[in-house]
């Protein structure tokens, strides 16, 4: 009886260090996939900022053009702005006076097309 007890607890203690390989292995899968995943995290944020950073760059490289032409085409319309500021002073009194005189000098004439009828 001694030899099964003794039979026993061989099988017992076999049983749990087979389970603790077993919980063992699984800790470390655990860590390999957390450390694996990590990694992917990392590879995934240094894509992205690399691609941000290309991005960035190509949209500095056409807003730089952009904002050059922008600047021309604000400064070509300030130009056209005080031009047409500048022509409505010259012309201002003499405008005035054509008007004034049109609204001021009513000739009465009959229509062309008027007919008396008799």
């Known amino acids: 009886m001694a030899s ?14 087979a389970a603790e390989k077993v919980a063992d292995a699984r800790k470390r899968k655990a860590r390999r996939l957390k450390q ?5 995290q990392m590879e995934v944020e240094q ?38 500021q ?9 405008v005035l006076a054509q008007l004034l005189g049109m609204v001021c000098d009513v000739r009465p004439q009959v229509h062309p097309n008027y007919r008396i009828s008799a």
């Not at 099964?4 to 260090?17: D, F, P, T, V, W």
């Not at 894509?47 to 922008?70: D, I, P, T, V």
């Open 36 to 40: 694996a995943k990590e990694e992917a």
């Open 86 to 94: 500048s022509s409505q002073q010259r012309n201002r009194e003499r």
């Open 47 to 84: 894509y992205r900022r690399e691609r941000e950073q290309e991005f960035q760059s190509k949209q500095q490289a056409a807003m730089g053009s952009q904002g050059n032409l922008s600047a021309e085409v604000e400064q070509a319309t300030r130009r056209q702005v005080q031009g047409m």
């Open 4 to 17: 099964q007890s003794q039979g026993i607890q061989q099988l017992l203690q076999a049983e749990k260090r």
